[in-house]
């Protein structure tokens, strides 16, 4: 009887450790395969030919059809930059400097990956379509209501994703140095 | 407690075997990954064009500045091509495994051209192939080598802002993904034979147009 109830428990923890931990690391990753920056998180290794399997296997359960780093770059943001979650109960400003790449855009989102409806139709802007004020930056506000420059509808009750897109990131001198990464933009809390 | 030290390292050890397993297993066994969505509303070796900022987007996280269209192909029978024209230098093609291996990218600023053809040549036909096969397009044709039979090739539109929606649509609906039948060569020695070819050889389109060819230079 002893040995059953040693077997038991030796059979749940296995489960529980070893499905826990490969849960959690497909889904939030490590410094490794998933570096941060600020409040940005990349998988640095998604859409390469030798991704490590953490990459895959998220790619793989979440559906993403990424493009390799030094192609195109996705970063994710939860958080603000001092680490508070997103929410649609504060307001936001996001601080960015003309990024080098091609194309990049920030889209909103909410936690679940959806576009938040509005009546504006705004999801997203890009270096298309955003502005270089004279102090060099370009940003772009989240909150409920309607604000003067770049806003972005953020809804009500919910938290929020951010993505940051980039086409062709990197220089080919950056390539050549290993820069992975730029000045990425900041997420400053304002009032909630 | 002494005597369950040994059941703790041996379920150490189990949580570690099941994590790797886990781990490696998930790119195998998921239903839900970019292929299986996409098969859900597309034939193969067809272009589809996606909504932009739709509410119920069929990948997770698509961007709703950005104008999608994308084709899952499958080379097993014939080669397939993919042509369009590009709007501006942030278009961008990307051809991916159907595991989302991304084997080819390119964007129209680097393409320096407005109007791009691939042609999708699986690695495993290469050698019968590229010695042989010929197209009307010559350099205007970027040959990429598959490694796999089958993968998903998707065409990339930012969207400058929704006043250019319609016209990105447009340009992207011109689009093309069709597989490319070879005629066998015997059937092209013999039309070459007749008085009234005596051109150009041919090749049939996806449409299963004749065409005239000439050598291809650019394998990527």
Redesign the interface.
């Given at each position: 009887m002893?040995n059953l109830v040693?077997?038991l428990?030796?059979?749940l923890?296995?489960?529980?450790?070893?499905?826990g931990?490969?849960y959690y690391?497909?889904e939030h990753g490590f410094a490794l395969v998933a570096p941060n920056n600020g409040p940005w998180k990349t998988w640095i290794n998604?859409?390469?030919?030798t991704?490590d399997?953490?990459t895959?296997?998220r790619?793989?359960?979440?559906?993403?059809?990424?493009?390799?780093s030094g192609?195109?770059l996705?970063f994710?943001a939860k958080t603000d930059s001092d680490g508070s979650d997103l929410s649609s109960d504060c307001e936001y400003e996001i601080v960015a400097r003309p990024l080098s790449a091609?194309?990049w855009?920030i889209?909103l989102?909410d936690s679940d990956?959806?576009?938040i409806?509005n009546k504006a139709?705004r999801?997203?802007?890009?270096s298309?379509?955003l502005t270089v004020l004279p102090d060099g930056t370009q940003r772009i506000i989240l909150a409920r209501e309607a604000r003067p420059g770049h806003w972005l509808p953020s809804g009500e009750d919910h938290d929020l994703?951010l993505?940051l897109?980039m086409?062709?990131p990197l220089s080919l001198e950056q390539q050549r140095q290993g820069l992975a990464f730029q000045s990425l933009p900041s997420i400053q809390k304002g009032n909630c | 407690m002494r005597a369950f030290w040994p059941w703790l390292l041996a379920s150490v050890f189990c949580a570690g075997v099941i994590h790797v397993l886990t781990v490696f297993g998930v790119p195998y066994l998921a239903t839900r990954d970019a292929w299986s969505r996409l098969s859900a509303l597309s034939d193969q070796n067809q272009l589809y064009l996606l909504p932009i900022a739709a509410a119920d987007t069929p990948l997770p996280f698509m961007a709703p500045d950005v104008a999608y269209a994308f084709c899952r192909f499958d080379l097993s029978a014939s080669n397939v091509s993919l042509q369009t024209e590009l709007g501006d230098g942030s278009w961008s093609i990307a051809v991916s495994g159907r595991h989302g291996e991304n084997f080819y990218f390119i964007s129209g600023s680097e393409a320096k051209r407005r109007e791009l053809r691939l042609l999708l040549v699986p690695r495993a036909r290469l050698s019968e192939e590229v010695s042989t096969e010929r197209s009307e397009e010559g350099d205007e044709q970027i040959i990429v080598i598959t490694p796999n039979m089958t993968g998903i090739a998707v065409i990339r539109a930012p969207v400058r802002g929704p006043s250019f929606a319609d016209d990105t649509i447009r340009l992207l609906q011109s689009a093309q993904c069709q597989p490319v039948i070879e005629q066998d060569p015997n059937v092209i020695a013999a039309e070459e034979a007749k008085p009234e070819l005596n051109g150009p050889a041919i090749i049939r389109g996806g449409g299963g147009a004749r065409r005239p060819i000439r050598p291809r230079t650019r394998v990527q």
């Open positions: 002893k040693h077997f428990c030796f059979a923890l296995s489960l529980a450790l070893g499905l931990s490969a690391f497909i998604a859409g390469s030919l991704a399997p953490y895959r296997a790619i793989a359960r979440f559906g993403d059809l990424p493009i390799t192609s195109g996705t994710v091609i194309w855009s889209a989102y990956g959806e576009l409806p139709g999801h997203a802007f890009n298309q379509n994703t993505v897109r086409i062709r | -």
